[in-house]
């Protein structure tokens, strides 16, 4: 199972990636347990500047951008 955090303070584009995370997860099967990290010392916490950003198992692996759908399903295999 894939522990997946959005760090972002609830902002629209911080929004629609764990909207995005959820439906790839659901349309591939992966097993996934999405949490959300809303307090800028949270965020900060993972050494992020710039939100919506995604950690995968503690790992940092994008920021900045709502990803695209092919970087989400290559996190969740």
Same mark, same amino acid.
């Given at each position: 199972?894939?522990?997946?955090?959005?760090? *972002?303070?609830?902002?629209?584009?911080?929004?629609?990636?764990?909207?995005?995370? %959820?439906?790839?997860?659901?349309?591939?099967?992966?097993?996934? %347990?999405?949490?959300?990290?809303? #307090?800028?010392?949270?965020?900060?916490?993972?050494?992020?500047? @710039? %939100?919506?950003?995604?950690?995968? #198992?503690?790992?940092?692996?994008?920021? *900045? @951008?709502?990803? *695209?759908?092919?970087?989400?399903? @290559?996190?969740?295999?």
């Amino acid at each position: 199972m894939k522990d997946v955090k959005v760090l *972002g303070p609830g902002c629209a584009k911080c929004k629609a990636t764990a909207e995005l995370i %959820t439906a790839v997860a659901r349309e591939t099967g992966a097993a996934v %347990t999405l949490g959300k990290v809303e #307090d800028m010392r949270g965020i900060v916490g993972y050494g992020v500047m @710039s %939100t919506p950003a995604v950690v995968v #198992d503690g790992k940092v692996v994008h920021a *900045g @951008s709502v990803p *695209g759908r092919a970087m989400v399903e @290559s996190w969740l295999k």
